[in-house]
């Protein structure tokens, strides 16, 4: 038996839900392991095994706790774990605690189409065809090289008076 290398995402959802189409294939880059309640999720993180023998990368929530639930977690987290911590609300929308510059953990509010661009572009699950074709609806700005001469011009006439 040959042992599994990638890195581990832990996840806990709601299975009154509608599950998500996880990648599960050989190819990809994330050894997802399902944690059937919070209880075994606060026991999983804090073993000696889960520091010692594991990588766990990331913790994703998916719409089965509170946001008090996912608070406490967070502050019950070891400091060692930099790790993303993922929570889906049941409306799509979440939360994602990121480690910071400093090693301090950034909260930020996601919305539900950032909450798919998080799953798919660290490749949980498998792309859909709508985030193919937002992904690619990027329009870069065109700055008129008038306008640019003409706010140029207008400092210039400021800063002479």
């Known amino acids: 038996m040959q042992r599994d290398e990638r890195r581990i995402t832990l996840i806990t959802y709601d299975k009154q839900q509608e599950a998500r189409n996880w990648d599960f294939s050989e190819q990809s880059k994330n050894r ?3 944690i059937d309640s919070m209880a075994l999720l606060r026991s999983t993180i804090t073993s000696p095994l889960v520091k010692s023998d594991s990588d766990v990368e ?3 929530l998916d719409r089965c ?3 008090a639930d996912y608070l406490s977690l967070l502050s019950s987290m070891p400091h060692q774990f930099t790790g993303d911590i993922l929570m889906v609300r049941g409306d799509a929308t979440g939360f994602l605690s990121a480690t910071g510059r400093g090693g301090d953990r950034v909260l930020y509010a996601l919305s539900s189409d950032d909450v798919e661009f998080y799953l798919e572009t660290v490749l949980l ?4 065809e709508v985030m193919e074709r937002h992904l690619l609806m990027f329009r870069p700005r065109i ?3 008038e306008t640019i001469g003409a ?4 400092d210039r006439a400021s800063t002479s008076k």
Do not use: D, K, L, N
């Open 32 to 34: 997802i392991v399902f």
């Open 58 to 60: 990331r913790i994703v």
């Open 65 to 67: 706790c509170s946001e």
């Open 125 to 128: 699950v498998q792309r859909t």
């Open 143 to 145: 700055v008129q090289e």
């Open 151 to 154: 706010a140029a011009s207008g």
